[in-house]
């Protein structure tokens, strides 16, 4: 969609934080909410929230406020999360599995097919029914069952080449956990997470309140 490419990484970041309290209120049979009371559960300003919206054409009506059903289906779409992935993870370690455990991916729309690993005392085990196959196997796999997001929770040193496997295989979205930066194709997308950042922005934020 040409709109959204035009949008900045700024808003796109703040959008599922909406869409996670939206799914809320939605819990809750709320159906309606002006942008002040989303402001006041989200932390973001009634005018940020308004501008963010704006970028994709609204949603809210004046004296009414926002659809909460309708804005969260729309925000939905704008992340692309009306489809079901398929998805491998490789790395199948202490990290690797605490993600397979976690059923919440799954019920977002991402299927996690197979977990892959080069350790043989892993191979041939399951977490929650999802096998645990061998690394040199991944491409085929991949290809066979047109994958389309490839998850890495190696240790670093091993995450270019599984990356490298990945694009080869056509993988279009890598979401990255090992501490380093890939070298990827264009028109492959990738998401880094690290969990280290948001601890120390815990540890800024403890600091400011603690040490005066
Ligand atoms: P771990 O040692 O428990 O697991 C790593 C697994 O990767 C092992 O099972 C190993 O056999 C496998 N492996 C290594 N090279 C491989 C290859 N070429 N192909 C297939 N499998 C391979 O390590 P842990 O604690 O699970 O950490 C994994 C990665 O996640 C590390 O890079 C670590 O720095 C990172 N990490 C990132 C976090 C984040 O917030 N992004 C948080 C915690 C860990």
Not at 25 to 39: A, F, G, N, P, V
Not at 69 to 90: D, N
């Amino acid at each position: 969609m040409e709109r959204e490419n035009k949008v900045s990484m700024a808003v796109i970041r703040r959008l599922p934080k909406y869409y996670r309290y939206l799914g809320e209120l939605l819990d809750k049979d709320i159906t309606r909410i002006s942008s002040h009371e989303l402001s006041n559960i989200t932390g973001f300003t009634a005018s940020q929230i308004r501008q963010d919206l704006n970028n994709f054409g609204g949603f809210g009506q004046q004296g009414y406020g926002y659809n909460v059903e309708e804005l969260h289906k729309q925000l939905g779409k704008i992340l692309g999360l009306e489809k079901i992935y398929k998805a491998v993870l490789v790395g199948a370690g202490n990290l690797g599995q605490a993600v397979a455990n976690y059923k919440g991916f799954e019920d977002a729309g991402f299927k996690l097919l197979a977990l892959f690993d080069k350790n043989p005392k892993l191979i041939g085990l399951k977490i929650r029914d999802i096998e645990i196959l061998d690394v040199d196997n991944v491409e085929e796999f991949i290809s066979k069952n047109e994958v389309e997001i490839g998850i890495i929770t190696t240790p670093k040193e091993h995450a270019q080449s599984v990356a490298d496997k990945f694009v080869k295989s056509n993988i279009k979205g890598i979401w990255n956990f090992a501490p380093t930066d890939l070298k990827v194709p264009e028109d492959i997308v990738v998401e880094n997470v690290h969990l280290n950042e948001s601890l120390f922005i815990l540890s800024y934020m403890y600091k400011e309140k603690n040490e005066k």
